[in-house]
Structures are given as C-alpha cells and as structure tokens.
T-cell receptor, first 115, second 111 residues
Framework: NAGVMQNPRHLVRRRGQEARLRCSPM?????VYWYRQLPEEGLKFMVY????????ESGMPKERFSAEFPKEGPSILRIQQVVRGDSAAYFC?????????????FGPGTRLTVL | GEDVEQSLFLSVREGDSSVINCTYT??????LYWYKQEPGAGLQLLTY?????DMKQDQRLTVLLNKKDKHLSLRIADTQTGDSAIYFC???????????FGAGTRLTVKP
C-alpha cells in the first residue's frame, strides 16, 4: 500500500507564473489536507477537502490560491501569479475518516522555490 | 500565546535520554501529537495522547501531559543516532479541521 504521494518534489517558478502541486492520498483515504511550512516554522493548515468538496479553507489565502479534489485523480493545490513569499514546503496529508481522531498520513512534500 | 511553542534545538549523546518539551495553546485541545520529520521526508506520526490522559508509554517513547500548564513532553529513552530528526508537537480539537503545529525541535544525537 503506497503512502501519500506528492509531485513534483521540487518546483521552481519565476514570479508571476503558476504552480500546480499534486497529491495522491493513500488508497482508501477520502480526506485530504494541505499544509504549508515556511523555513524554521511549523506546518500551517491551509485547506481540508473531501472528494469533490472543500470542507474548510480557513487557512488558505483568499487570493491566488485554490484547491480541488476531483472525483477521479489527485488533489491539486494551485497557486497563481506566484510571489517570492510563496516559497515554502507544501505538505499534503490524508486520512481515512473525519477528524474525530486525527490520524493523518503525510506525503514527502513539494518544495516550491520562487525566483 | 497563540502559537504552539517548542525549543528549536536539542543535542544529546547516544544512549542518553532525550526530553523534548512543548507548550500548547488551547485548553480545549482534545488530541496532542508528536511527529518526526527526517531530512527530505514528510512527517511521521510517532505517538499521540488524548487530553484525558496524563501519560502514555510506547516502547522507548514516553509522553507526559500537564493539562494545567498546557505542557507536553516527549521522552526518548536510549537515544540512537537514527533518532536524529526534527520533532513536531501538534494539537487538535475534536470537531475542528485544523491541526496546529509547533516549529519543531531539531534533535541531534552525537555518538
């Protein structure tokens, strides 16, 4: 059973370009979470999705950021018109059920560098 | 304060015990977690504790919870070089979707 997969592992973009980060949850998991980790900081919650639904996006910036988890395929975190401050590690986690007990399994992360 | 707080660095000798401390924010926190992150990897859940417990032991790991002081600690007995990693403390509240993390403690184990 493969773990949570994220790709690409490293992504370099110039200011103003778009970044697309992909996350494939563990088999059987229908809940996906995205977190951002800035250097020397802990992970910050961004968004929580179930298949075809955004459940909680309270941690996601209102502009330029969007997330989806379609019926088929991976979850996508999309950042439009990237700026240098978007440089960070973005982690995806998945869980098999709702967060009464929060056993989240994390992917290896995508490290985004904005030049 | 509003942040989960941890000291940033800890260095121990192989074979000694390591104690990593964390102060969390919300007395309503239901679950408290310790995650381990090795270089270039994602976070691995090490252990967790429910807020109605004071202590949990799992092989070399002992978690202590002081709810009054909102203080959580992770003790690693007989620390090995393979334990060198960043350890994150996290809290969550039942019914909420977010999990709040500390900045991580970088544990270095010297031979």
């Amino acid at each position: 059973n493969a773990g949570v997969m994220q790709n690409p592992r490293h992504l370099v973009r110039r200011r103003g370009q778009e970044a697309r980060l992909r996350c494939s949850p563990m088999k059987g998991h229908s809940h996906v979470y995205w977190y951002r980790q800035l250097p020397e900081e802990g992970l910050k919650f961004m968004v929580y999705l179930q298949k075809e639904n955004i459940i909680d996006e309270s941690g996601m910036p209102k502009e330029r950021f969007s997330a989806e988890f379609p019926k088929e395929g991976p979850s996508i975190l999309r950042i439009q018109q990237v700026v240098r401050g978007d440089s960070a590690a973005y982690f995806c986690a998945s869980s098999p059920r709702d967060k009464s007990y929060n056993e989240q399994f994390f992917g290896p992360g995508t490290r985004l560098t904005v030049l | 304060g509003e942040d989960v707080e941890q000291s940033l660095f800890l260095s121990v000798r192989e074979g000694d015990s390591s104690v990593i401390n964390c102060t969390y924010t919300d007395s309503s926190s239901t679950y408290l977690y310790w995650y381990k992150q090795e270089p270039g990897a994602g976070l691995q859940l090490l252990t967790y504790i429910f807020s109605n417990m004071d202590m949990k032991q799992d092989q070399r790991l002992t978690v202590l919870l002081n709810k009054k002081d909102k203080h959580l600690s992770l003790r690693i007995a007989d620390t090995q070089t393979g334990d060198s990693a960043i350890y994150f403390c996290a809290e969550s509240i039942k019914g909420n979707n977010d999990m709040r993390f500390g900045a991580g403690t970088r544990l270095t184990v010297k031979p």
